[in-house]
Every structure is written in structure tokens, then in C-alpha cells.
């Protein structure tokens, strides 16, 4: 009985150290949100969009078009469509830093 009693302490305490090694990991991930939300406001680059809501380069919808298909399909890039927002004109998520 005491090997039990000694394996669900041990798994007790394995658990609280999981929670707080993911409480300090999330606390972390917020802490590098709010880094490039300050880099991004301080060096206030945004996107350009047209009145229909598509993202333009050099004043051209297409050209745009052609970057985003060669970081997704050439190279891979994870873009989130969402994340392109014209409401949201700030450079601040991963896919608008493409």
C-alpha cells in the first residue's frame, strides 16, 4: 500500500508542476503578444487594402495576390486569411509579417 500511497503523491505533485509550467508558458506567449504589438505600433507599418477589402501592393490587388501565393504555395508560409484584416490596418499578427 505505501509504494501506491507514494506514486499518487508523486503524480500530485507532477500534476501542479504541469500547471504551472503551462501557466508560465502562456504567461510568456501573452508577454511576446504585447512585445510585437508595441514594435508594431512604434514602427506603425500597415497594409494597404482597396475598397472591396483586398490587400494591395503598390497600389495593385494582383501583385499582392502573387506575394501571397508564393509564401503559401512556394515556400510553405502559414498564412491566416483572417488575420489580413482592412479593419486592423496595423502590421501586428505572424501573416501580416510575411
Known amino acids: 500500500m505505501t ?6 503523491k508523486l503524480m500530485v505533485v507532477m500534476g501542479i508542476l504541469f500547471v504551472l509550467g503551462a501557466g508560465f508558458a502562456l504567461y510568456k506567449i501573452q508577454d511576446g503578444y504585447d512585445s510585437l504589438q508595441a514594435f508594431s505600433a512604434a514602427q506603425n507599418v500597415v497594409l494597404k487594402y482597396n475598397e ?13 495576390q502573387k506575394i501571397l501565393r508564393l509564401f503559401t504555395e512556394d515556400w510553405g508560409y ?3 486569411e483572417s488575420e ?9 499578427t505572424a ?3 510575411m
Open 78 to 80: 502559414p498564412v491566416v
Open 84 to 92: 489580413l484584416d482592412p479593419n486592423d490596418l496595423l502590421v501586428n
Open 52 to 64: 472591396q477589402g483586398k490587400l494591395l501592393d503598390r497600389g495593385k490587388p494582383e501583385v499582392a
Open 3 to 8: 509504494i501506491f500511497n507514494q506514486l499518487s
Open 95 to 97: 501573416s501580416e509579417y
